[in-house]
């Protein structure tokens, strides 16, 4: 009889446990919209409100993430967020960084409530633009043009070459940008530096492949056709050539980046090329090996002249003698992860220095008589920028381009100081008994989903110890010794 009632004891408790399990809803997080303060070049506000229901939020973090368009992978930051605790808390954070305009960060609020549950709201968007100026844009699917404080003609100048600079390069590299570019002029070298870190006034433009941009230093004054032509399709050129080329093993030699950027752009390099072969003859060539991280810009302007020099040279005289079959090889040699001396030898059937051999030759120098010379060391700058040209920073009477598209101009814009998250709520995964929440268990919305939770455990469990009860033979009794 015992037995029995210790069974329905145990019975009871296994439906009173149930019963409150089941008492417990799931608790649901409400996030308000977030407002995103854009303070460019120095700061990103991100504000929100969040409401729990049941329960207590205990603490906060934001998630943030890079966008990355060319295989490199994305960057995480996860920051504390102050909050005090409560059914209801004020999520801010601020986060100081000086990034390239334009750049595109992925972010999520991530909640602790006082049950250890594990909350994170769906992840939204923003681009950090530049607010600094009122842009006027012109753009179609393929590329998008940004600039302020100048007439419509100047910006519809700058995307037809930007068009014929697309179009032609997409014939070079057998390929079409998987993404659209994004080019921003800046009217002079203040606007363009005051979110960069160090900077000398030699450069005229940088891209960024990672997220699709280029910049650009534009002076207002007189007739900039013969800049624009050099800048735009060489800033371009190194958003296709990282494309094609990226591999976080064999990186892409500077000389090599820069002189197809040179090479793609619409002007004539005959005064250039003449430079190099006058060094050839002077033997004052700097070797290509040396140039590969970088032409030492800060230490010589009169070398770093002839550095970007020799890498348009080296690589005209490539496209010339292994045709533009040869550098679509050479490039997907490096993406395939093969160090130079390997990629040369496996797209163009030469080592590096029978390449500069052959190149010196070319340069007009007899077979045999050019040796590689020792490499001296050079300051590298990474990324490699365009070199402004002085020469072409000068007025010059010349006609504008002419047009190979003609967009619909956008109607003039400013950029947003701020955007929006819609509200969203959260209903929240609640923990298995003695289950410690992991990032797995996180919820980004919709419908709840199980917690591992089986009520049928507690109704068998005592029913199959009554059975057992039952079924088992009682004891015989032994007589006594």
């Known amino acids: 009889m015992k037995r029995w009632l210790w069974c329905a004891l145990f019975f009871g408790f296994g439906l009173m446990t149930l019963g409150s399990a089941a008492a417990q809803p799931a608790p649901i997080v409400t996030f308000s919209s977030t407002e995103t303060i854009n303070q460019f070049p120095t700061s990103l506000t991100f504000q929100a409100t969040a409401t729990i229901e049941p329960g207590e939020i205990v603490a906060a973090k934001l998630r943030l993430r890079n966008s990355n368009l060319i295989n490199i992978a994305s960057s995480i930051t996860i920051v504390d967020v102050s909050i005090t605790p409560g059914r209801t808390v004020n999520l801010a954070y601020t986060w100081n960084i000086t990034t390239p305009p334009s750049t595109p960060f992925y972010y999520a609020w991530e909640l602790t409530d006082a049950a250890g549950n594990l909350i994170r709201s769906p992840e939204a968007l923003v681009n950090y633009d530049d607010t600094r100026f009122a842009w006027q844009i012109l753009e179609n699917e393929y590329l998008a043009v940004w600039w302020h404080d100048r007439p419509a003609s100047f910006g519809q100048q700058v995307f037809e070459i930007a068009n014929r600079a697309f179009t032609e390069q997409q014939a070079l590299f057998g390929t079409a940008l998987a993404f659209p570019i994004k080019i921003i002029v800046y009217n002079n070298f203040s606007e363009f530096a005051e979110w960069q870190g160090g ?131 050479l490039l997907a040699a490096y993406k395939a992860g093969r160090p130079t001396e ?120 005592p029913l199959v110890l009554v059975y057992r009860f039952r079924r088992s033979p009682k004891p015989q009794k032994r007589a006594p010794m």
């Open 342 to 461: 390997d990629a040369f030898l496996t797209a163009l059937g030469v080592t590096l220095g029978e390449f500069e051999a052959g190149w010196a030759v070319w340069l007009g120098l007899p077979p045999g008589q050019y040796v590689t010379p020792t490499p001296w060391p050079m300051p590298t700058f990474r990324p490699s920028p365009t070199l402004m040209s002085f020469a072409s920073r000068t007025p010059t009477p010349e006609t504008d381009a002419a047009a190979t598209a003609t967009p619909s101009p956008v109607p003039f814009a400013t950029t947003p100081a701020a955007t929006v998250l819609a509200q969203v709520t959260v209903i929240v995964q609640t923990p298995t008994p003695g289950h410690t929440p992991t990032r797995s268990d996180m919820m980004s919305g919709g419908e709840p989903t199980s917690s591992g939770f089986c009520p049928g455990a507690f109704l068998l469990l």
């Open 199 to 329: 900077l000398v006034e030699f450069i005229g433009g940088q891209a960024f492949p990672n997220i699709g941009v280029t910049a650009q230093i534009v002076e207002a004054f007189g007739s900039q056709t013969r800049w624009l032509n050099e800048v735009i399709p060489h800033e371009i050129s190194h958003l296709y050539l990282a494309q094609v080329s990226y591999s976080p093993v064999a990186p892409v030699p500077v000389w090599l980046d820069e002189g197809v950027a040179q090479y793609n752009e619409f002007t004539d390099h005959t005064p250039t090329l003449a430079l190099v072969r006058r060094a050839a003859a002077d033997g004052t060539l700097i070797p290509l090996s040396t140039l590969r991280d970088g032409f030492g810009m800060q230490s010589n302007e009169a070398r770093s002249r002839l550095a970007y020099a020799q890498a348009l040279s080296a690589v005209t005289y490539l496209i010339e003698t292994y045709q533009t079959d040869g550098l679509a090889a």
